[in-house]
């Protein structure tokens, strides 16, 4: 028995790093995992995993931002499965590093557009769903820079706090309907995602001696996206019946060091 059997669970950005490893675990615990990717080729990668470990998958081609696209897929999903139990907004890029001085009007739209309004059109989607059902769990991967930034990503920490402002606002609302919405905050990530300029930020010197060897990450290591995945799938699952609107900071205990 697994912790998510017969469970329809959508995932968005799922073609890589946590989102990738979200779908493999909610997979690997029963569930029919619909996985949402705007790249085919990594969208397809994935897809052959789960079947290969002997899970469900179903793969949809979706850019976030296209929101009578997303509703196509919302639309297919309920028609085929009959219901949707378990969002994970997790789409997510980083922007440019530059400063308030330098970005583009550009940079910040794209990355809200993704990064929060993405999150939004999800939930304004699939809540609906959930509300018929009177049950459902919204998860959103929110961040640590949403509360805690080093600069020079102004509109990806305006994002992440965005999501976890409006986790609470969900969780009030939708509570009547027995669904629940909460986030997770990853810390440093050994993704594709921390890969800025062309360089691994967990990978540099700089990183290696202040958040590992001077023991900044109290568990003396990045994260990796497995350490966060178990989290999510905990959200999801039976064990967490009672908890809504909460943000879970995943980050090796680095929050606690300020």
Not at 36 to 65: M, Q, S, W
Request: with cysteine.
């Amino acid at each position: 028995m697994g912790l998510l059997d017969d469970r329809i669970c959508l995932v968005s950005g799922a073609g890589q790093g946590l989102g990738r490893s979200v779908a493999l675990e909610m997979a690997a615990e029963g569930a029919g995992v619909v996985l949402l990717e705007r790249n085919d080729e990594t969208l397809a990668a994935v897809v052959a995993e789960i079947e290969a470990a002997g899970g469900k998958a179903y793969p949809y081609v979706l850019d976030v931002t296209d929101y009578a696209r997303y509703g196509e897929v919302v639309g297919s999903v309920v028609d085929v499965h009959g219901r949707i139990d378990v969002l994970v907004n997790n789409a997510a890029i980083n922007p440019p590093v530059r400063t308030l001085l330098d970005d583009t009007l550009e940079d910040w739209r794209r990355t809200i557009a993704i990064n929060l309004e993405a999150v939004y059109m999800g939930s304004k989607l699939v809540a609906p769903h959930m509300v018929r059902q009177r049950s459902g769990r919204i998860i959103h991967i929110a961040s640590i820079q949403g509360f805690a930034s080093s600069g020079e990503c102004g509109a990806y920490n305006a994002a992440k706090g965005g999501i976890i402002a409006y986790t609470k606002s969900m969780a009030v609302e939708l509570g009547r309907y027995n669904i629940l919405v909460n986030a997770v905050a990853p810390g440093f990530m050994v993704t594709p995602m921390s890969v800025i300029n062309g360089v691994d930020e967990t990978t540099t010197p700089d990183f290696i001696d202040w958040y590992v060897d001077r023991r900044k990450i109290p568990l003396g290591r990045s994260g990796l996206p497995e350490d966060v995945s178990g989290t999510v799938v905990f959200l999801a699952s039976d064990y967490c019946r009672y908890m809504t609107g909460q943000l879970l900071v995943v980050d090796g205990g680095l929050m606690s060091t300020f």
